[in-house]
């Protein structure tokens, strides 16, 4: 094994470790919603409250963090946004104070977006293009899998108990980032590097619209919506339209969580890289399209098993083109030295989406009910189709 792919282990894995400690605390809200509803008074409207100021202020932090990514090293920026968050962590569980719950838990959405954009910018300038995707592939991975660790972890404690052990274990793991890092750059295994490329090509904003970041932006949007909004939802679906009970609800959103998390491997490696030969415009465009599909035979078919299927289907469908967005195109952006301000932005974008989709489907449920929110997503994912069919044929293919 070369030194080469020795420093992207070790860079790939740290970064992984740091984002499933970023997506165990953002998961433990929706995995624990049907038990919170169940034995207080909070109402679905309120948890739909917490999580629209968690997420709008983790999309604004994206933006934010993701410029000061470009300018400040990794290893400040990880570490602290790991530690407030998890100070922030153990404040949530004032449940008969609904603002100190809607303070922290909002202020933990920002402090967790000091993660991802500085993350992806050590991985991108500090590791091969191709290992650079297997190492945002396994950000991707950790995010998913924050899911299914929450929902075990919930599983043995009671609510409260959940959110403080997240924030101990946040505050220990941003206390090794920070010394780990700091031991990777004395050993030469990160190096931060100023690119200059972008002010040579006439500005930032230019260069990012011949990176089609226009484009992009639908996307993230989109993507969005689904791998965060409708994810959050899922728990309180099993619940109220298939009727599980709360127990069994949680239950089936880990089981279907783990296997989720295979869907990098299977839609990047197995149909990105073999099948479409690393044509990621096609990979967008069938995503899109199966996941729209997904979603209509859910409407179609009410068998509560089989309607899981294919909601499972939709999700890991839908995640084919947030990991093109993700794992492909933005470490691509290595060339332009704004890896870290492009991804904030665009995870800005993101979550903004599925922060307001978030508000207004805890208010769909009530007015059109679940089956018509369940067309509703659909229809999000036809308009993905539609925008990222090409205009003319398919031209946009990042290869090696």
């Keep these: 094994m070369n030194k080469k792919v020795k ?21 433990i809200l929706s995995v624990v919603s049907p038990e919170i509803i169940k034995s207080t008074d909070i109402t679905v409207e309120f948890i739909g409250t917490l999580s629209t100021f968690n997420m ?6 994206q933006l934010v963090n993701g410029i000061v990514g470009d300018k400040i090293k990794a290893k400040y920026l990880v570490s602290m946004g790991l530690i407030l968050s998890g100070v922030c962590s153990l404040f949530v569980p004032f449940s008969d104070f609904p603002m100190i719950m809607i303070g922290a838990y909002s202020l933990i959405g920002f402090f967790l977006s000091m993660l991802y954009a500085p993350l992806v910018k050590l991985i991108a300038e500090n590791t091969h293009p191709i290992y650079a995707m297997r190492c945002c592939l ?11 660790v929450a929902g075990v972890v919930a599983l043995f404690f009671y609510w409260e108990n959940v959110f403080r052990l997240c924030g101990v274990f946040l505050i220990m793991m941003g206390v090794i980032c920070f010394f780990v890092l700091a031991l990777f750059e004395k050993r030469g295994i990160i190096k ?29 949007a989109l993507t969005g919506i689904v791998r965060t909004s409708v994810v959050f939802w899922v728990p309180t679906y099993l619940s109220q339209y298939l ?11 880990t089981i279907m969580s783990f296997v989720q998390s295979a869907s990098p491997y299977i839609n990047n490696i197995i149909i990105y890289e073999h099948i479409l030969k690393r044509n990621m415009n096609r990979m967008v465009v069938l995503s899109f399209s199966f996941s729209a599909i997904s979603f209509v035979m859910m409407f179609a078919v009410h068998n509560p098993l089989i309607n899981m299927v294919f909601l499972l289907l939709a999700l890991m469908t839908s995640n084919g083109a947030s990991e093109m967005l993700w794992s492909v195109y933005c470490p691509s952006l290595r060339d332009t030295g704004m ?4 991804t904030g932005y665009l995870d800005f974008i993101s979550y903004g989406a599925a922060g307001i989709a978030n508000l207004v489907f805890a208010n769909a449920v009530a007015l059109i009910g679940w089956g018509n929110l369940i067309l509703v997503w659909a229809m999000l994912m036809f308009v993905g189709v539609m925008i990222a069919i090409p205009k003319n044929k398919f031209v946009l293919s990042i290869n090696k």
């Design 7 to 27: 420093n992207a282990i070790f860079i790939g894995v740290l970064s992984a470790f740091s984002y499933l400690a970023c997506y165990f605390c953002r998961n």
């Design 56 to 61: 709008l202020c983790y999309g604004g932090g």
């Design 138 to 148: 396994g950000l991707t991975f950790a995010s998913l899998l924050g899911v299914p």
């Design 192 to 220: 931060y590097n100023a690119v200059e490329k972008a002010k040579k090509k006439g500005g930032s904003i230019k260069v990012l619209i011949e990176h089609s970041i226009i484009k992009f932006t639908f996307v993230s």
């Design 243 to 253: 009727g599980f009970s709360t127990g069994t609800a949680a239950t089936a959103f």
């Design 339 to 342: 890896v870290s301000s492009a």
